[in-house]
C-alpha cells in the first residue's frame, strides 16, 4: 500500500506542473482568442469586406484556433504531437463517415459564401420556408420569419436546393386579380383601378403599373392588377392597394360578385 501511495506522490509531483501549465495556457488561450476573433473582425470590417463573408470567416477562423489551442495544450500535457496527429490520422475515416451531413453544410457554407446567391439582410425563400436572411455561420444559415421566428436551414440542404431572393433585384412587382361583374364597364374599371395604383405613393412609376383583363371567368371579370414598388414596401403596396380597391369600386358603384345562395321553401 505504501509502494502504491508514494507511486502516486510520484505522479502528482510529476504532473501537477503540467497540469498547471496546460490549464494556464487554456485560460490564456481562450481569451487570446477572443481578441483575435474580434481584431480579424474589425480588420475585416475596416478593408470593407462583406458582412456576410465577414460572419463567416470569423467563424472559421474562431474553429481554427480553438482547434490549435486543444492541440497545445494536449502536448503540455505529455501527449505527442505527433501521436496526436496519427490518431486523428487514423480517425479520420470514421470521423468522416460519422460527419458527413457536418462536412456537407460545412461544403454548402463555402458554396454559399462563393458564389453569393444571397446575403444577411436578403429576403428569401428556401426549403419551404420564407425570412430575411439574419447571419450565414459555418454550418447553418439564420433566417428571421415574416412573423419574427428564427428559422436555421442547414447550408448543405440549402446550397443544393432552390433559392428565390426577393430582395436582390431591389423592385418586386405586386400581382393581384380582382374581379367585377360582367355588367360593369370594363373602361371605367381600369380607369378606377389605375388611379388607385398612380395615385399610391409606394408604387413605382417605372415600371409603369399595369391593368388588364385577364379572364372571363364563370361569375366575373377578372382583370390583373400589376403595380411596382421597392422589395421593402411590397407588402405595404399589397394590402392598401387590395383595401383601396374595395373602396374605390364601391364609391364608383362597380359589383364585385360573390357566391350567392338561393333557398326554395315549399
Known amino acids: ?34 481578441l483575435a476573433v474580434k481584431a480579424s473582425k474589425k ?15 470569423g467563424n472559421l477562423v474562431n474553429w481554427a484556433l480553438k482547434i490549435l489551442l486543444i492541440i497545445t495544450v494536449m502536448s503540455k500535457l505529455g501527449v505527442e504531437t505527433t501521436s496526436f496527429a496519427a490518431i486523428i490520422a487514423s480517425a479520420g475515416l470514421a470521423i468522416g463517415l460519422a460527419l458527413q451531413g457536418s462536412l456537407g453544410n ?21 426549403q419551404g420556408e420564407i425570412g430575411v436572411v439574419k447571419e450565414i455561420e459555418i454550418f447553418t444559415t439564420k433566417l428571421i420569419g415574416l ?5 436555421i436551414i442547414p447550408n448543405g440542404s440549402l446550397s443544393n436546393g432552390n433559392i428565390i431572393n426577393y430582395s436582390q433585384q431591389g423592385t418586386r412587382r405586386v400581382d393581384l386579380t380582382i374581379g367585377v361583374s360582367y355588367e360593369a364597364d370594363i373602361k371605367q374599371t381600369k380607369e378606377v383601378l389605375l388611379n388607385i395604383l398612380t395615385s399610391h405613393p409606394k408604387v413605382l412609376k ?3 403599373p399595369n391593368v388588364t383583363v385577364s379572364e372571363l371567368a364563370d361569375s366575373s371579370v377578372n382583370f390583373a392588377v400589376r403595380p411596382w414598388s421597392k ?33 326554395i321553401k315549399k
Not at 508514494?6 to 490564456?28: C, G, N, S, Y
Not at 460545412?106 to 425563400?125: C, T
Not at 412573423?147 to 428559422?151: D, E, W, Y
Not at 383595401?243 to 358603384?253: F, N, R, S
Open 1 to 34: 500500500m505504501e509502494k502504491y501511495i508514494d507511486k502516486l506522490k510520484q505522479l502528482m509531483v510529476e504532473f501537477t506542473p503540467k497540469i498547471l501549465v496546460a490549464l494556464a495556457i487554456l485560460f490564456i488561450g481562450s481569451f487570446v482568442i477572443g
Open 43 to 57: 480588420l475585416m470590417k475596416v478593408g470593407g469586406l462583406d458582412e456576410t463573408l465577414q460572419k463567416f470567416l
Open 106 to 126: 460545412f461544403a454548402g457554407g463555402v458554396l454559399i459564401m462563393i458564389f453569393k446567391p444571397f446575403k444577411i439582410g436578403d429576403l428569401i425563400e428556401a
Open 147 to 151: 412573423s419574427n421566428k428564427v428559422i
Open 206 to 208: 417605372d415600371p409603369a
Open 231 to 263: 422589395t421593402e414596401h411590397y407588402w405595404d403596396v399589397y394590402f392598401e392597394v387590395t383595401e383601396a380597391v374595395k373602396l374605390e369600386l364601391d364609391k364608383a358603384g362597380i359589383d364585385i360578385p360573390y357566391p350567392h345562395q338561393v333557398i
